[in-house]
């Protein structure tokens, strides 16, 4: 398996690069398949690299572009999925309407043959093996993955999106966790299933996965996902992929990744200077504005990575760029933060509801500038749509500058 295409740099040359070889065209033929014309911009975008505005208008002079262009319509999924979480909170890591089966009937656990990418089931060991390796998954893939995991191994949908999250580049909570509920049938009417024959439609040969569980008709597939009871097994013709460690997720209080300066070191720093803060979703270019004396630093939520963990290699990638970024990361607690700010002239830094720990700091000089967006809603501030085509129905594309 070639994971080579998957292979992202943390770095803003890296990003332009990626943008700059975007296709729509290929992208609206080819998205679906394995080896499609996907743009794989994700981790960039998620990390605060790319805005949307800025994306939209990169490709703005290809032909075919317009508002309502499938890669447009594929950016406003991720702008509802936020709009769903702003309206909901972290009601979103609970089932949004109950699924085919109750949450009871779900184990709470991943079984170790997932994790390990030794299945037997072809498509199922592929993705896996892509996800830990490259810390990218293909669309497609994941929506496999994540019917799998919830309607034949019977895992709940959270559990599955939990471990997803942490070692995907991109991982994304709204996103991620919205799209298996998508999957599982608690954030949609039905839930979505696969086959052998979807597979070998998308996917190359060593994902086909005939004569394994997934080698049935839909209708055998939808009883599969109402029925509690797991299914038999039988193992894949196709020798599977295995992978003899299970890479782990923790948080970042257990690595040695972030090398962070004292606390004595810090109040020498910041006393009396600009402090621009840094953090795993900002790691786009620097504000033009800083003033030449501005400290950067970087800043960690411990209690957010405590409860949503990432692989080593997603550390791996965001610390490169933080540390290239600032030099300097620092794990506070929110405490500590708010005194070491209160020292500075002036603070500053980019809101994202990852990191809304940040959004209870006070500072008579602080300022904030979010990443600009690329959809206006014209509906009241306090409005939920529960469905994209009533959000989409209600939005549209800003105009590009």
């Known amino acids: 398996?070639?994971?080579?295409?998957?292979?992202?740099?943390?770095?803003?040359?890296?990003?332009?690069?990626?943008?700059?070889?975007?296709?729509?065209?290929?992208?609206?033929?080819?998205?679906?398949?394995?080896?499609?014309?996907?743009?794989?911009?994700?981790?960039?975008?998620?990390h605060g690299f790319?805005?949307?505005p800025q994306i939209a208008k990169s490709v703005a002079t290809q032909t075919g572009f317009n508002p309502q262009h499938?890669?447009?319509f594929e950016l406003g999924w991720r702008a509802y999925f936020h709009h769903v979480?702003?309206?909901?909170?972290?009601?979103?890591?609970?089932?949004?309407?109950?699924?085919?089966?109750?949450?009871?009937?779900?184990?709470?656990?991943?079984?170790?043959?997932?994790?390990?990418?030794?299945?037997?089931?072809?498509?199922?060991?592929?993705?896996?093996?892509?996800?830990?390796?490259?810390?990218?998954?293909h669309n497609h893939a994941r929506m496999w993955l994540a019917s799998y995991i919830v309607h034949i191994r019977k895992v709940h949908w959270l559990v599955g999106a939990t471990w997803m999250y942490g070692h995907l580049l991109d991982g994304d909570l709204a996103s991620n966790t919205l799209s298996w509920q998508w999957v599982a049938g608690t954030g949609s009417s039905k839930p979505y299933l696969f086959n052998a024959e979807n597979v070998?439609?998308?996917?190359?040969?060593?994902?086909?996965s005939e004569d394994t569980v997934l080698d049935a008709s839909y209708a055998q597939l939808d009883a599969i996902a109402r029925s509690a009871a797991v299914p038999n097994l039988k193992k894949a013709t196709q020798a599977a992929l295995i992978q003899t460690e299970c890479p782990a997720l923790f948080d970042v209080s257990h690595s040695a990744i972030f090398q962070s300066p004292?606390?004595?070191?810090?109040?020498?720093?910041?006393?009396?200077?600009?402090?621009?803060?840094?953090?795993?979703?900002?790691?786009?270019?620097l504000p033009a504005n800083l003033p030449t004396d501005a400290l950067v630093l970087g800043v960690i939520d411990l209690a957010f990575h405590v409860k949503h963990p990432w692989s080593a290699k997603r550390w791996a990638w965001v610390g490169a760029r933080m540390?290239?970024?600032?030099?300097?990361?620092?794990?506070?607690?929110?405490?500590?933060?708010?005194?070491?700010?209160?020292?500075?002239?002036?603070?500053?830094?980019?809101?994202?509801?990852?990191?809304?720990?940040?959004?209870?700091?006070?500072?008579?000089?602080?300022?904030?500038?979010?990443?600009p967006k690329l959809f206006t809603e014209f509906a009241a501030l306090n409005s939920y749509y529960k469905s994209f085509s009533a959000w989409w129905n209600k939005t549209q594309m800003k105009a590009l500058e």
């Open 50 to 52: 790319l805005s949307f």
């Open 70 to 72: 499938k890669f447009v």
């Open 262 to 285: 004292t606390l004595a070191d810090l109040i020498q720093l910041v006393k009396g200077r600009h402090v621009y803060l840094v953090h795993p979703w900002s790691l786009g270019e």
């Open 1 to 46: 398996m070639n994971h080579q295409q998957n292979d992202f740099q943390p770095t803003l040359d890296a990003a332009f690069a990626q943008l700059a070889a975007v296709d729509i065209a290929a992208y609206s033929k080819s998205r679906n398949a394995i080896g499609g014309a996907v743009t794989r911009l994700s981790p960039y975008v998620t």
């Open 323 to 371: 540390q290239a970024l600032c030099g300097r990361c620092y794990a506070p607690s929110f405490n500590a933060l708010q005194a070491l700010l209160n020292l500075a002239s002036s603070v500053q830094y980019a809101p994202n509801p990852h990191a809304a720990w940040l959004s209870e700091l006070a500072h008579p000089q602080l300022t904030t500038a979010g990443m």
């Open 200 to 208: 070998a439609k998308y996917a190359p040969a060593s994902w086909h």
């Open 85 to 137: 979480w702003a309206a909901l909170g972290n009601g979103i890591f609970t089932s949004l309407h109950q699924g085919v089966l109750p949450d009871s009937a779900y184990r709470q656990a991943l079984p170790i043959d997932i994790q390990t990418a030794s299945t037997g089931v072809p498509v199922i060991d592929c993705a896996v093996q892509t996800l830990t390796t490259t810390g990218y998954l």
